[in-house]
């Protein structure tokens, strides 16, 4: 073999070790988890995005429901894709808020509609992709326990 053609084979492989580990970067980012987000020792709100011309159901969500949220939110992966809520009429999805007891505003804002999760935090937005419904299903299970029969109904017949 020539000088020239190891040459060829040791630029080649470099090149392609190259774009492994860019890839591989690219892939590692996109699954950067939700573990920054604390929830523990908070009281959060949920609201049934549900109507547009009366007000919407809300609820506190209990201490073990607070830690199942941020056990399920931990390991989220960032979406890699841009993520589209429905805005139209009927369900559009969970909202969940913390409230800072001293300024009664809200401190973080969760949005929750099917696969996608939605966290307003201090001025940042950063969408999350809950592929198993996870979050969803657990905020449907606490909204059983806390609205009225006749709109429980409507959410189990909005969520697929």
Same mark, same amino acid.
């Given at each position: ?14 090149? /392609? ?7 591989? /970067? ?7 988890? @939700? ?30 429901? #607070?830690? @199942?949220?941020?056990?399920?939110? @931990? ?7 841009? @993520? ?5 009429? /009927? ?42 419904? /996870? #979050? ?17 109904? #409507? ?6």
């Amino acid at each position: 073999m020539t000088n020239q053609s190891q040459r060829i084979i040791t630029i080649t492989l470099v090149v /392609g070790l190259l774009i492994a580990v860019g890839t591989i /970067g690219t892939l590692f980012a996109l699954k950067t988890p @939700a573990s920054s987000v604390v929830l523990s020792g908070s009281s959060l709100s949920v609201e049934a995005d549900l109507f547009s011309g009366r007000p919407n159901p809300t609820w506190q969500l209990a201490p073990n429901d #607070i830690q @199942a949220l941020q056990d399920d939110l @931990a390991p989220l992966p960032l979406r890699s894709i841009p @993520a589209t809520t429905f805005d139209g009429l /009927g369900y559009r999805g969970f909202i969940v808020r913390m409230i800072d007891d001293q300024q009664q505003r809200d401190t973080l804002t969760i949005r929750v509609y099917h696969d996608i999760i939605r966290i307003e935090h201090s001025g940042t937005t950063t969408v999350y992709e809950d592929v198993t419904r /996870g #979050i969803e299903l657990l905020l449907m299970q606490s909204a059983s326990h806390n609205v009225p029969p006749d709109i429980y109904a #409507i959410l189990v017949s909005a969520i697929p």
